[in-house]
């Protein structure tokens, strides 16, 4: 979505583009900087996954001279979003954020806006963001490093398992490292096939958040066998993270629901 928030005085001042981490979710799980800072643009560009309550901050801020108009949808292509942020940038005196979920470092696609940028000259600044995976993490009080039992700590996609070649954080899951596993929920069966495969214990904990700081926010808990159940399910249609490894059992799962539907755990 590209909002238009105010119009700029015209001066030969360049442009600049600010690429932003909105958080997991939750409002008031933005930082400081990126609150200040989503007073200053005209423009804001921003994914789906950025809650209205945090776009709204912007269009909330500074006093009269904000008008906020001009809304497009877009669900575009990187070549398009990296266009945009150039031809937007380059106005005169233009102040742009990039808001992305979570932090823009992660899975956010910044690397190619960033390049983008570059290779345009136009300045800009990256403000972090908290991640959802430790958003997740501190609702289901899931240690994600554990002194003895977790000294890794993976941020892997989902989406490369669903190739032929077991994904190049597999082997980290043998050594205890807890693998928080982006952008899973499709591939699921095919990860925990994928882990068993490769020999990691079927008792393996695993725990998914959905939704994370949200409403609609659900925890879920089984082992790598269980695994493979999820995603079959009626999907809840809010983004959600599967955790995996020994430190994950440590985590508050009492009124978790289970991972095996529960007419299989009858059965
Ligand atoms: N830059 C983002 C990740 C973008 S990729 C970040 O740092 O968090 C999109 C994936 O992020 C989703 O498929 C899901 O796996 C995860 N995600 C984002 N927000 C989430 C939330 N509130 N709860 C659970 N998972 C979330």
Redesign the pocket.
Known sequence: LATRLRPRLKTARQGFVWLV?AG??AADLLTLRAQRILHEPDVIVHDA?VPEAVVAMAAATPPASMSASARAAIRQSQDEINAILVREGRRPEAGVVRL?????????RAGEEMAALRAAALSFEVVP?????L??AAEAEIPLTLRGTASTLVFA??QDAAGDVLPDWAGLAFSGATVV?????SVASRVAARLAEAGLNPATPVAI??????PG?RVISGSLTDLAAYGSGPDSG?????LIGDAVAQGALGAAEPLVPARELAA
Request: aromatic residues 6%; charged residues 15%; proline residues 8%.
């Open positions: 981490g997991p979710g996954l992305k979920c979570g932090d823009p470092l992660v899975f956010g963001g908290v991640t959802s995976a958003a997740a996609t989902g596993v982006y952008m899973g929920r958040i959905e939704s994370a700081t949200l926010r809010g983004p959600a993270l599967i």
